[in-house]
């Protein structure tokens, strides 16, 4: 069995996903600037937001150098005939700089790993920092669920050179702990982790593979952050319910720094 030692990365990335909230433009801008007060300037933590698309041109205005502008979703496509599609130029025209992709809830909706793949390729040409949300389903006692997560990363890496997977930050989140209020411990967290490692270690070389961001989901709060960060092995969270309450959000970074 290879031995890793503690790959985190030196300062967390915290990422909020709104998902479809808050409903107005105004709400939104309250949140932002409810989080600005919250959040201390002297965080070490890299800390996004994803709203809803419509919204980030209003906060983009007020985006503080301290909370950095994400986007939920991208198509791979810059322009064209794509009805309702948003894409990888337009997000960067609005000062967009992480972008999530392969969220479970939009594979449900039938986005495939070959979309995925497209869209990371197409975030990279604009420098845009892609958050590829990996995890299974439900687990099994033997195991199977890994062969998921590895099929999972076999598709994302498919054409992708060691330099370009290491600007990728991978978030798993398993599907079963998602909005359920029920968390993976920590050693589900750190063992998934190492299991990320060795098999991207074994798509490239462990001095690539160690340099990926990996981020865990799934029903992060104020009370489980710590635990997960402290032994989970990854280095952030990507965060849902949680991040639309301002003192939550703000507790999860604390716990991060
Ligand atoms: P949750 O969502 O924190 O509400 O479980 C996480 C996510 O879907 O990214």
Same mark, same amino acid.
């Given at each position: 069995m290879l031995q890793f030692p503690d790959m985190k990365h030196a300062h967390a990335l915290v990422m909020g996903n709104w998902k479809l909230n808050p409903g107005n433009t105004l709400e939104a801008k309250t949140l932002f600037a409810e989080l600005k007060k919250k959040i201390p300037k002297t965080t070490t933590a890299k800390v996004v937001v994803a709203p809803p698309f419509l919204f980030i041109p209003e906060l983009a205005k007020g985006a503080a150098s301290v909370i950095k502008l994400g986007a939920q979703d991208v198509h791979y496509e810059e322009r064209g005939a794509v009805t309702g599609e948003i894409g990888a130029g337009m997000l960067a025209f609005f000062g967009v700089e992480y972008v999530i992709v392969g969220h479970s809830e939009r594979r449900a909706l039938g986005e495939t790993d070959t979309q995925v793949n497209k869209k990371v390729q197409a975030l990279l040409k604009r420098k845009l920092t892609p958050v590829v949300c990996i995890g299974e389903r439900l687990r099994d006692s033997q195991g199977q669920f890994f062969n998921h997560i590895a099929a999972q990363l076999k598709a994302l890496t498919e054409g992708l050179t060691p330099l370009q997977l290491q600007k990728v930050v991978i978030a798993y989140e398993p599907i079963w702990a998602i909005g359920t209020g029920e968390t993976?411990? +920590? !050693?589900? *967290? @750190? !063992?998934?982790? &190492?299991?990320? *490692?060795?098999t991207l270690t074994k798509l490239y070389e462990r001095k690539v593979a160690e340099k990926v961001r990996l981020i865990y989901g799934g029903s992060v709060k104020e009370s489980n952050a710590k635990d997960i960060y402290e032994q989970g092995g990854m280095s952030g969270f990507l965060v849902g319910? +949680?991040? &639309? !309450? +301002?003192?939550?959000?703000?507790? %999860? %970074? @604390?716990a991060v720094e």
């Open positions: 993976a411990t +920590a !050693e589900n *967290v @750190k !063992e998934m982790q &190492l299991f990320i *490692v060795s319910g +949680a991040s &639309l !309450e +301002a003192a939550q959000f703000a507790a %999860i %970074i @604390k």
